[in-house]
């Protein structure tokens, strides 16, 4: 078995970390490098030729999808790396061999490898295979319940929504806050209030979201600022931009 020379992609340093510590689980994988966007992947690219990308899609100044386009000569073997499974059908278009939904399970990790290997050898059969499994994960995450990844020391944690009380912001890291721990987020605050669009969990200001069904206490503490205080006692200042949106809740 060849050694597969691969090349991680993600703007976040610990997405990244999490899948080169998953790779190091597999046999024949040789991580050649790191990318922490588009146009730094083109160049890596360019210069390691690696035979594999583990490619994120929602990323600074080009997406996941741009690079591909971008992509010159020889191209290796791509595998999506993201959190929405909306982008699944426009992955394989672009010539994707898997797709994989964060939080990356380990199995299914080492599916993508294989079926990256598989491509290598025979680019029909693998394409067949992608789209069986591409159905039958989407009947499965219309049954299954989200989970967030939180990591605390070296152990990664999975969390079910309704177990997190707040996601707050504290410069480039993200804090999971639950009734009494605290945990490290894999993915930035903009990232997790996209995916949990249309759920219980708002934006109170630029470094925090809420889920609202552990709202305890609103409080008014002027005409435009709110102050929620959560049911383990947390509290947040609702910025003027959100708290009309705050002020909804109570009507």
């Known amino acids: 078995m060849s050694v597969l020379r691969t090349l991680i992609v993600d703007d976040e340093p610990v997405a990244r970390r999490v899948l080169a510590e998953e790779l190091a689980d ?14 730094a992947a083109l160049r890596s690219i360019e210069r390691l030729t690696p035979d594999l990308v583990l490619l994120d899609i929602q990323m600074p100044v ?45 199995d299914r990790l080492a599916v993508a490898v294989e079926r990256a290997r598989e491509a290598r050898r025979s680019p029909l059969d693998s ?9 039958a994960e989407s009947a499965m995450n219309a049954r299954r319940r989200p ?28 804090w999971i806050l639950t009734g009494q721990n605290k945990f490290m987020a894999t993915q930035t605050l903009q990232a997790l209030d996209d995916r949990l669009a249309g759920s219980q969990f708002q934006r109170v200001h630029r470094g925090a979201l809420v889920n609202t069904d552990k709202i305890r206490k609103m409080g008014a503490l002027s005409s435009q ?27």
């Open 62 to 106: 080009i997406d996941g999808f741009e690079t591909v386009r971008n992509l010159r000569g020889p191209l290796p073997a791509i595998i999506f790396v993201t959190a929405y499974s909306e982008h699944a059908l426009k992955a394989f278009e672009v010539g994707a061999v898997d797709y994989l939904l964060k939080p990356v399970r380990a």
């Open 147 to 174: 989970k967030i990844v939180a990591r605390r020391g070296h152990d990664y944690h999975l969390l079910d929504l309704d177990e997190v009380y707040a996601f707050q912001a504290d410069g480039e890291i993200v």
């Open 127 to 135: 394409a067949r295979k992608v789209e069986h499994t591409l159905n």
């Open 26 to 39: 597999l046999p024949d994988i040789e991580v050649v490098g790191e990318a922490d966007n588009g146009e």
């Open 225 to 251: 600022r709110w102050l929620l205080t959560l049911n383990n006692g947390l509290e947040f200042v609702v910025s003027k931009r959100q708290a009309p949106i705050i002020r909804d809740l109570i009507r």
